[in-house]
Nanobody, 122 residues
Framework: QVQLVESGGGLVQPGGSLRLSCAAS????????MGWHRQAPGKQRELVAA???????NYADSVKGRFTISRDNAKKTVYLQMNSLKPEDTAVYYC????????????????WGQGTQVTVSS
């Protein structure tokens, strides 16, 4: 059974920083794109950042220049470094991964983590 487990959320003051981590575990043959989405109360889930297996990155306009996504393939982990945080960054942050799972056969699947709360407030 594949799992994505996030960590690193919390409460931070405006202008502060947080680093989110998401580790994948289970019978995984390979991981393609990994990313982070977020969902604020009353709003739709939105893409924050994504990174391919070749380290190509994509960011939402609202976080460009402030957030950095990276990955450690050996650890099957994706990170989101968040700097200059603003109150509007407050949301539940979800990790996701497009990967090939080893089951009775090899199957490409998309997994989500359980989410971690990020609150930016003074």
């Amino acid at each position: 059974q594949v799992q994505l487990v996030e960590s690193g959320g919390g409460l931070v003051q405006p202008g502060g920083s947080l680093r989110l981590s998401c580790a994948a575990s289970g019978n995984i043959a390979s991981i393609n794109t990994m990313g982070w989405h977020r969902q604020a109360p009353g709003k739709q889930r939105e893409l924050v950042a994504a990174i391919t297996s070749g380290d190509m990155t994509n960011y939402a306009d609202s976080v460009k220049g402030r957030f950095t996504i990276s990955r450690d393939n050996a650890k099957k982990t994706v990170y989101l470094q968040m700097n200059s945080l603003k109150p509007e960054d407050t949301a539940v942050y979800y990790c996701n991964a497009d990967l090939v799972e080893i089951s009775t056969t090899w199957v490409r699947r998309h997994y989500w983590g359980q989410g971690t709360q990020v609150t930016v407030s003074s």
